[in-house]
């Protein structure tokens, strides 16, 4: 985006440490055979409650904890187009 003349009005990353560990879980547990879907769908709503400690002041803190990411949004506006 930048190299095509796009201004970076607003980026936030999107989920934390917590975040990607419960997805890192769900994504063995989703691609598991039967079996496994079985034994551990108990733990996915654990793991949906799991992402909320990434809002915690420990974790936003935390250097470690807080170079994981799911991803980024960014709203980027091209160059001459700024009000």
């Not at 496994?36 to 996915?44: D, T, Y």
């Amino acid at each position: 985006m930048l190299e095509n003349d796009f201004n970076i009005v607003n980026l936030k990353k999107h989920g934390l440490y917590f975040m990607v560990l419960a997805y890192m879980i769900k994504q063995n547990i989703y691609n598991g055979k039967s079996i496994i879907k079985c034994l551990f769908c108990w733990a996915l709503p654990i793991l949906d409650s799991l992402v909320k400690l990434d809002s915690l002041l420990f974790v936003k803190n935390s250097k470690f904890m807080s170079s994981f990411t799911t991803g980024f949004f960014i709203i980027a506006v091209k160059s001459g187009h700024l009000k």
